[in-house]
């Protein structure tokens, strides 16, 4: 069956903030012709158009491409991948990048959705965080997207370096008044390689306690669902209609398509990631030569243990029925005795149907898959 999903990642950024360590340049728009090629070439992959129900374009920046820019990448995405026109598009942006122009050309271009990174409104978290917009920025970009009719997700994090649990209050009070369909709250990783992780390691930085990081994370869970948005996955919030179908086909573990630098296809069972670094991409498409790095190739158990793990991320949780159908796999069979242990330690449920994360199981969610895999 073709893959209904199809994820492209655009690996352009104005610079690269501390924390990030996603695949891409700052600071190389030379490269974007030549990212475009390669790019046509990989779509070439496909060789009858693919009908989707989602489209999603991340990063990297996105809306760094400009008004121009993004007509150009969606012409030659409309070659090979049709989205319907009940479709979800979604592109990322940076809230510096939005202007009229950018929103006029998202429309135009059938965008549906944009995932705006604020990730704060507070001058200090910003700085903290190594950002290059202002409070403000945000602002302006949530009123330009939702005067166009775009659904907005807006992107925040918390347990930023210096970063209270009063800060990441006033943070999520402020996103909710700018009325965003969509949230994503993430908390701050320090990732190997990244220079907040360098100058944690001198000592110049120091991550927020722990017990503030779940202070901050049961804020965001308190205050958002107060609000009115319903909290469908560890990190994500929406408003009634308005999850992320594309992130939706994911912790499903459904087929999906993906291409550009880093970007990783799905096909139920192998999951194959291009190569990471934008240059040799770019190289090894335009040359013809093999340009995946990873295959992970999946036994029907190992399929069926991802399956669970992500399907533990949703507050639907994991339908022993659905289960099966999906995998082939009795949920029991895969991780029974796990599933007993956490619901004696009160971090999840399980009414015989299905298996959910209670609060506390979601606090500590990330120490939890290790147990399944
Ligand atoms: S804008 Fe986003 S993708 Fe680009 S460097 Fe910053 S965090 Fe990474």
Request: hydrophobic share 40%; with cysteine.
């Amino acid at each position: 069956m073709s893959p209904r999903h199809a994820y492209v990642h655009v690996p352009f950024c104005r610079h690269r903030c501390g924390y990030c360590d996603f695949t891409l340049v700052a600071g190389r728009d030379d490269l974007v012709d030549r990212y475009f090629a390669a790019l046509a070439r990989e779509l070439r992959r496909v060789e009858t158009p693919l009908s989707l129900d989602t489209l999603y374009v991340g990063g990297g920046t996105p809306s760094h491409l400009g008004a121009d820019g993004l007509r150009r990448l969606f012409d030659l995405l409309h070659e090979r991948l049709a989205p319907p026109a009940d479709g979800e598009v979604t592109i990322e942006a940076n809230p510096l990048d939005v202007t009229s122009a950018l929103v006029a050309a998202a429309r135009g271009c059938g965008v549906t959705r944009v995932s705006l990174g604020g990730q704060s409104l507070d001058a200090a978290t910003l700085r903290a965080l190594d950002r290059d917009h202002a409070a403000d920025d945000v602002r302006r970009a949530v009123g330009l997207l939702r005067a166009a009719g775009l659904v907005v997700s807006l992107d925040l994090m918390t347990a930023a370096p210096g970063q209270s649990l009063a800060d990441a209050e006033r943070d999520l009070a402020g996103a909710i008044l700018l009325g965003p369909e969509h949230m994503s709250v993430y908390c701050l990783t320090w990732e190997q390689g990244t220079a907040f992780d360098a100058a944690r390691r001198r000592g110049d930085l120091a991550a927020v306690p722990e017990d503030a990081e779940r202070a901050m994370y049961e804020a965001a869970i308190d205050g958002l669902t107060a609000a009115g948005y319903e909290h469908y996955e560890v990190s994500n919030f929406a408003r009634s209609g308005h999850r992320c179908r594309h992130n939706e086909a994911y912790w499903e573990a459904r087929p999906w398509e993906a291409f550009g630098p880093g970007a990783a296809r799905f096909d139920g069972r192998t999951r194959t990631t291009n190569h990471r670094s934008t240059t040799t991409w770019m190289t090894r498409v335009l040359g013809g030569e093999t340009y995946h790095g990873d295959v992970d190739a999946m036994s029907a158990e190992e399929a069926a243990r991802e399956r669970l793990v992500l399907g533990l991320r949703r507050r639907d949780g994991v339908g022993r029925e659905a289960f099966w159908a999906a995998s082939g796999c009795d949920l029991d069979g895969v991780a029974g005795s796990t599933i007993r242990r956490w619901v004696e330690a009160g971090l999840a449920t399980d009414d015989g149907s299905v298996v959910r994360l209670t609060r506390a199981g979601l606090l500590v969610s990330d120490t939890l898959w290790a147990d399944v895999l």
